[in-house]
């Protein structure tokens, strides 16, 4: 019998379980195509910025406790949140926010293709997958440098064995 996880705060039922079903069916590799595959599909890069901002729009709002120093992204243009949740099978569940649509709509897209993945999956990702989503066009040097601070403490925390 699978044992369930804890709801992280922040997210409603209806959310986890919607985020439980589909990354059970979902590796990184998977969530990070059909991303890819979707940004494809819009040709205006002013469209595809403003899909990441609705992104980050309708993304769950992390509760003011978590908006901590600790886990303030470094690099960031705007002041952004990544927070990890640490789960029973090794697995981690990632929440993230951001003052900014831009930088909430990344976060979030980040927090979405890692979360429900385990501890190795994550520190092992190559940092060259994300090449096809095409940040270069996309964002502008300083917000790319910020998604790259993200990517480095996603993966830090998949680096960790001191969480249970």
Request: aromatic share 10%; hydrophobic share 35%; proline share 4%.
């Amino acid at each position: 019998m699978k044992k369930k996880n804890k709801i992280p705060e922040g997210l409603n039922k209806i959310q986890w379980e919607r985020m439980e079903r589909f990354t059970e069916e979902w590796g990184i590799k998977s969530k990070l195509k059909n991303y890819i595959d979707a940004l494809n599909e819009i040709e205006d890069m002013t469209d595809r910025y403003v899909w990441l901002m609705d992104l980050g729009k309708k993304s769950p709002i992390v509760p003011d406790k978590f908006k901590l120093e600790e886990f303030e992204v470094p690099g960031c243009q705007s002041q952004t949140w990544l927070v990890p949740h640490f789960m029973y099978d090794d697995k981690m569940y990632f929440t993230a926010d951001s003052v900014a649509l831009i930088s909430k709509g990344m976060v979030c897209l980040l927090a979405d293709i890692f979360s429900n993945s385990t501890r190795k999956e994550i520190a092992t990702f190559e940092e060259d997958a994300l090449k096809d989503l095409n940040l270069d066009t996309l964002l502008t040097p300083g917000r790319r440098n910020g998604v790259y601070s993200m990517l480095k403490i996603i993966q830090g925390y998949g680096q960790r064995k001191d969480q249970t």
